[in-house]
DNA sequence: AATGAATGAGAATTCATTCAT
DNA sequence: TATGAATGAATTCTCATTCAT
């Protein structure tokens, strides 16, 4: 990605330019559209052909970069999981106080959920699929996000300071946030259709709000008997 | 119907003596089947073609009992609450004390979600697509689980003798608690793949005492702010 | 049919007795039904299903009596030309002033065309298939109108008396008064779309009209040089 | 496709050499194979199969340039207007004496009915549906026949030279020419076994000149009454 | 005798993928 | 390099026809 990055910032011209010409430019514009594509549809319900007009290259094109349909679902999840990490660059709640932090973690994590929805969808695919793709992605650990080492530090100074319990595992407290984020978010219709719940802006506000609260008393210090009133 | 129904039950000889001419059996098994290929391949990976031979049932047949694919996976769809509301009058959590009802719900939420796959599957498809079909079912709302209304007896009772807060909606309470069940088991396979979590029999049992420990925490009065677990 | 005409009339039975159990009245209910249903969508087009439907019997019942879709077709083409012969038994001609014969014959064919809109079609659908039923039909012969006995006849006494052409040959007589009327009626819809001719009661009126005088210029004595003003 | 065609007929081998990679031609192919099979099997006896084997094409193909079945019919259907057109185009009848121009107008209409069957074939095809196809056709005017103009002309130099009569409507005077000619040949198999009437090649050509006649006949100036051919 | 249940054999249409230029 | 042309292999859906009660 560092180089496709490389590729386009450094050759100078806009993206007015002529489309012609410039590999690394219409596989970037595939992958896009296949991400598009297959996070809408799902993988059977991609089309190649939808992929090839969006990213306005030919069919035979879009092969011969990426081989098969296979390969450019591989190359799409791997791009959600890309952007998905680079997205996650931009939160710092390392510096924050570790009560600030949680709330920004949640925060950050439902409006990362909900302003990119074809990481769940793609997520929901993959995992209708049985994993199969992932799986065979070798480098499916690299992919772990740095999210992990910074919740793990403000756990650490949380702990340090006795604001928090110690002992948390930094990747299960990451399962619990994205669970209370996630399913709202990814089951929003049958929410709607069966509870009558509305996912609605307002409604995540006061979620975000809410998980914060249960995320603090999740990780407060003392056991349960003696939780009540802890806090002065 | 009646005798058929005999007849089958009581011959002991398993499904294997050719079911004739039974249109109500025809039916059911055609329901069990598209429920199991639809949860399997999703909506357009799943096969007319497989959810006929599972069946042990012409082409024809299935489509003059369900009109189309389409009605075919609304029909399953529903099934799947259906069943899934049978599986929940199995609880009974009325009866017991608060908190180990609490208990009792998390452990029971998770073993319905891992033990009936197909219900997760088909959650997936079918928001994946938009809840198309379940706007579409006129009686949802009937779909909606008596467990609600259980929830709200034991958080009720709970605050009445004072272990719990008052004005938790029910509703959302239940979102939270299915929130975490349904997460590690939907996202089985991407969990193992990027965080190396692996989510086997060991990983839900200590899963449901933490979930257990982190709802009661949640649900203890007293506390760290105003927030009250109540809706907008 | 006198059978069958006295099967019903005989049995005194109105006709809101039960349905069942009166094979004569189901054929015949079978018969309707097919003539309307070939005649509306063609021999392929056709739907046995929507046959037995209209008939208010089942497929195997309509199988039992015609046989197969082919046997049925035949019977309907049969029955459409019985019915066509029964109504031109209507028509009395003999008894007419010559002149004014023509112009009933004109009349009539042209009314019979367009009130029982399914001759038209069942002759069209069958020509289409090359005559590959009627050929088959051993009474095709019978089945021969009576009203070419009566156009002789009136060829006859109109060129005896002086106002017809001798020599017409009724049966070619006939081909062109059918043409004359066939064509319109049975070219509408394009008609319609390519010359704008709309084939409505008064175009029919004045059709008829028209067409009347043609064939009496046709019939009348004398060569073309010499019919100019021949009559007084 | 310019090159192509000059290969193509270049070439003097027939067709047996593989055709390929020309769109234009490959779409000609499959327009004359349809309008073959539509008019010999009607719309819903026409097999896409089978026209695409006709055309030498695959089914995707077929399906690239005409979306579908109706899509097909549609083309098919505009194709055989186009072809009669044509074909009308040979029709030199406005240099003639006008009597001259009426036999020639007719055994024209005859031939071209007879050595283009698939033009009636279509017309019976598209009235048995009802003008669906055709009324949906932006431009069936401009497929109306430029002989109208032609037929126009004769009869009025025939007017003139008072040889017809005036105030003869073109088009319902080709209604009537149409009208004779189309019947038995249309209706030729039905004719053969009901009536025993065979449209051959004597028969033909002996209705051709009694057609005429008839023609003219009607069209003589003088007459029977006061109707004058002019429409209501 | 009458019919609900059932199906084999197609038919239209789609789609990932490759060819030939 | 790039792509319009082309297709094999499904896949959904239909329909005449028969079975078994």
Redesign the pocket.
């Known amino acids: 990605m560092t180089a496709r990055d490389h590729d386009t910032a450094a050759e100078g011209t806009p993206s007015v330019a002529p489309i012609?010409?410039d590999?690394a430019a219409s596989k970037r514009r595939i992958l896009a559209a296949a991400l598009k594509e297959f996070s809408d549809k799902g993988r059977e319900g991609?089309?190649?052909?939808a992929i090839a007009q969006r990213a306005q290259?030919?069919?035979?094109?879009l092969?011969?970069y990426f081989g098969?349909?296979?390969g450019l679902y591989e190359a799409a999840l791997r791009e959600a999981y890309v952007q998905i990490r680079e997205g996650e660059g931009e939160l710092q709640i390392a510096s924050a106080d570790p009560v600030v932090a949680v709330g920004d973690l949640v925060r950050f994590t439902l409006h990362h959920f909900v302003s990119k929805p074809w990481f769940i969808r793609m997520l929901n695919t993959e995992n209708l699929d049985g994993g199969r793709t992932i799986r065979a992605m070798a480098d499916a650990a690299e992919i772990q996000s740095r999210l992990i080492a910074q919740i793990g530090d403000v756990l650490e100074r949380g702990a340090k300071s006795g604001v928090f319990r110690a002992g948390i595992d930094p990747v299960e407290f990451y399962i619990i946030v994205a669970s209370l984020c996630y399913f709202p978010v990814s089951n929003k219709h049958t929410l709607r259709a069966v509870f009558d719940v509305p996912i609605d802006a307002d409604w995540l506000e006061w979620k975000a709000e809410d998980t914060a609260e249960l995320l603090l008393r999740y990780l407060a210090p003392g056991g349960l008997g003696e939780n009540k009133g802890d806090r002065p």
Not at 57 to 61: A, D, F, N
Request: net charge positive; proline share 6%.
């Open positions: 012609r010409r590999a991609a089309r190649i052909e290259v030919s069919k035979p094109m092969y011969s098969d349909k296979e």
